[in-house]
C-alpha cells in the first residue's frame, strides 16, 4: 500500500485501508490453495506496463505566440513587457520595464539529447 501526494484526502484513503482491505487479508495465502492462481497472478503482472508521457516537441500556438508584446500589470512590474519568440528549436524569453531589458535563451532538448 503506497499513499502519494496525489490526493489532499489523505485521511480518507487511509479509513479506507483500515474499513475496507484489512479485515479481508487473511493470513493464510490463497496461492497455495488456489495453485493456478499464482500462475494466473504472474502472467497479469508481467503484463502490466506504465507508458510514460509523450512529449510534444511543439504547439500549435507557437506561431500565433511568437513575438506577440504583452503588457505586465501590478506595481512591482512598473509597466513592464513580456515577449516569447519561437524560432525552430530555440525559444527567447525577453522581459522589460522602463529601465532593463533582459532576454533569455531557451533551447528544446529532445528524447536522445537529454539526460
Not at 41 to 49: G, K, N, T, V
Request: proline share 4%; aromatic share 4%; charged share 20%.
Amino acid at each position: 500500500m503506497a499513499v502519494t501526494s496525489g490526493t489532499n484526502e489523505t485521511q480518507q484513503v487511509m479509513d479506507a485501508v483500515w474499513e475496507l482491505l484489512l479485515p479481508n487479508m487473511k493470513p493464510a495465502s490463497l496461492l497455495h490453495e488456489q495453485p493456478s492462481a499464482a500462475v494466473d497472478l504472474a502472467a497479469l503482472l508481467s503484463a502490466l506496463q506504465i507508458e510514460p508521457p509523450r512529449c510534444i516537441r511543439s504547439s500549435t500556438l507557437e506561431s500565433t505566440l511568437s513575438s506577440q508584446v504583452y503588457k505586465l500589470e501590478g506595481k512591482e512590474l512598473d509597466s513592464g513587457t513580456l515577449e516569447v519568440s519561437f524560432n525552430g528549436n530555440e525559444a527567447v524569453l525577453t522581459i522589460q520595464n522602463c529601465s532593463v531589458r533582459q532576454s533569455s535563451l531557451w533551447k528544446r532538448l529532445f528524447a536522445s539529447q537529454q539526460k
